[in-house]
């Protein structure tokens, strides 16, 4: 098994991603948190992706949203890395399905992590007011924006990682919406980058 690099990450942050992911596999077998078909492969398709994330994490404390958070990626990773570079920041993590929710709470408070998890609708969530929002393999842009415009502050940005379809996706989002855009290369796929949006408004 491949394991964070510890020239990346700290002995601690490398230690609570190994114990988050004995508990993701061991809850996988039941509820299918993540396809079966990456398991093999879940240090490279899921923590290192989501661990990238938390470089965008600023050293002051902020209020993070991450929506869809299913098997908490990137939520519950970047929580993790955050506990040494942001260590007042808190997490929202959004999960219609109950089982998942359900792992979230329990992963999180085995963790030791400051999260809060709601198990309702994204569209039925009171708004979050997060300083920083993300969702990974959620939605489509131009709905994602619909979810930030709800639950991101006004002066906040947002975190989406797209695939090789990214330009596409934001010109069909800006045909609803305004945005500025920071397009960042994924340091673990090639084809892959993250979306920085902010000075979101609808048109």
Same mark, same amino acid.
């Given at each position: 098994?491949?394991?964070?690099?510890? @020239?990346?990450?700290? %002995? $601690?942050? &490398?230690?609570? =991603?190994?114990?988050? #992911? !004995?508990?993701?596999?061991?809850?996988?077998?039941?509820?299918?948190?993540?396809?079966?078909?990456?398991?093999?492969?879940?240090?490279?398709?899921?923590?290192?992706?989501?661990?990238?994330?938390?470089?965008?994490?600023?050293?002051?404390?902020?209020?993070?949203?991450?929506?869809?958070?299913?098997?908490?990626?990137?939520?519950?990773?970047?929580?993790?890395?955050?506990?040494?570079?942001?260590?007042?920041?808190?997490?929202?993590?959004?999960?219609?399905?109950?089982?998942? @929710?359900?792992?979230? %709470? $329990?992963? &999180?408070?085995? =963790?030791?992590?400051? #999260? !809060?998890?709601?198990?309702?609708?994204?569209?039925?969530?009171?708004?979050?007011?997060?300083?920083?929002?993300?969702?990974?393999?959620?939605?489509?842009?131009?709905?994602?924006?619909?979810?930030?415009?709800?639950?991101?502050?006004?002066?906040?940005?947002?975190?989406?990682?797209?695939?090789?379809?990214?330009?596409?996706?934001?010109?069909?989002?800006?045909?609803?919406?305004?945005?500025?855009?920071?397009?960042?290369?994924?340091?673990?796929?090639?084809?892959?980058?993250?979306?920085?949006?902010?000075?979101?408004?609808?048109?």
């Amino acid at each position: 098994m491949t394991t964070p690099n510890r @020239a990346d990450v700290s %002995r $601690e942050t &490398s230690d609570a =991603l190994m114990r988050f #992911v !004995t508990l993701l596999e061991k809850w996988n077998a039941a509820i299918n948190l993540i396809g079966k078909s990456t398991v093999a492969d879940i240090w490279s398709r899921h923590i290192e992706d989501s661990l990238q994330l938390a470089r965008f994490l600023p050293g002051k404390a902020v209020l993070w949203a991450d929506l869809g958070s299913g098997g908490g990626l990137p939520g519950l990773v970047v929580a993790i890395a955050a506990r040494e570079t942001s260590p007042e920041s808190r997490f929202v993590l959004v999960e219609s399905d109950l089982r998942k @929710a359900t792992f979230l %709470r $329990e992963a &999180s408070r085995q =963790l030791a992590l400051p #999260v !809060t998890v709601h198990a309702n609708r994204i569209e039925g969530l009171a708004p979050i007011n997060a300083d920083i929002l993300s969702a990974r393999a959620l939605a489509p842009l131009r709905i994602l924006c619909g979810y930030a415009d709800r639950h991101l502050k006004p002066d906040g940005f947002a975190l989406f990682p797209k695939g090789e379809l990214a330009a596409q996706e934001i010109t069909e989002a800006r045909s609803q919406w305004a945005f500025d855009v920071d397009s960042v290369p994924s340091l673990t796929q090639s084809s892959a980058q993250i979306l920085k949006l902010k000075g979101l408004r609808h048109v």
